[in-house]
């Protein structure tokens, strides 16, 4: 059984380090009598007698500390301090009453040299709440590690829904951009009494968006998988464009099985197709491609428009949405471990770079 399913279940850890405890204190205590003198005949039965009613005693210091615990820690303190010398005098009493009842030679011996006196009981009893006193010092040490140890469970688990619930944000938020564009489209297609080709781009957007419903955000997919559903989105704007959209592909077998976050390029193909494609009167070029260098998946998705001179600021701002939003998952997803770079293509047009790192289905 690991440390960590032990202090996941806390009676387990607690009785466990209850009998590890007083074992230690009888075989310490019987080894400390051997070398200084002759011990008596079981002796090591006594001793064993003895830590069960010490650790009744901590059972009941237990069930007190349970019910005090939400007091002040001045009270608490001496709270704390009262029991651990109530349970040690009464320890150290039981104690003398079985060395009696087993050793009666020995308690005549010792009654002869005044080891029975009240001042040696009282001496005695404080050795006894000192060793109660460390007991509830490693029992509170424990506690409050494995109270910090549950604070810090609930931190994490509250820090990981929040960044599902960002990453969830990030991606679907690109949607409703999507949906206007295409159910605005598809508006044109019936105005226009293009039934067939309008019934057509509804089927194939609700592929697409069943195809993004179905995915979450928080899985990865391949770079295949990811190909596969930017072909689906691809396959309406077509239907808008037509002959002025001309695409490109270009996958490395190697990189093909890569793995990659879910429709992470779709937007930034869309922001192509806003600032490239739609505003040129003889349409233009998308390409998207896909390798492995030095352990790191690279994806480019590149077009021919007229990239950031144009509008730098509406270029950056306008597409804000794709390019800012897959900037923000990646950052979340990989950290430090990743890149990603927007610049000008020669002669003209918009290449974005990223790069992440290279993983494979197990």
Known sequence: MSLI???ENKRTLFWLLQLWGWSAWVVTYYLGVAFWGKTP???FTYLSGI????????????????????????????TVLTACYAAGFLWIT??????????PEETASMAEKGGLQLAA?????????SVMLLWSAVYFGIKYYLLTQEEKQRYLKAL???HEAQL???RYQLNPHFLFNTLNAISTLILDQDSTTANGMVTKLSRFLRYSLDNDPMQEVTVAEEIESLRLYLDIEKVRFGDRLNLQFDVEPVAANALMPSLLLQPLVENSIKYAISRAIDGGSISVSARVSDDALCLTVADDGPGLELSPKKSR???GVGLANTKDRLLELYGSNQSFSVSNTEPHGLTINICMPYRTKA
């Not at 901590?58 to 939400?70: G, M």
């Not at 039981?94 to 050793?103: A, L």
């Open 51 to 78: 830590a069960v009613v010490g650790m009744l005693l901590t059972l009941v210091l237990r069930q007190l500390y349970h019910f005090t615990w939400d007091l002040r820690p001045v009270m608490r303190a001496l």
């Open 41 to 43: 005949s079981n002796y």
């Open 168 to 170: 969830k944000m990030l």
């Open 160 to 162: 990981s829904q929040a």
């Open 317 to 319: 701002e306008g597409g």
């Open 94 to 103: 039981t104690r003398s009453v079985v060395f009696y009842r087993f050793y």
């Open 121 to 129: 009981l009282f001496e005695n009893s404080l050795s006894a709440s």
């Open 5 to 7: 399913h032990l202090t």
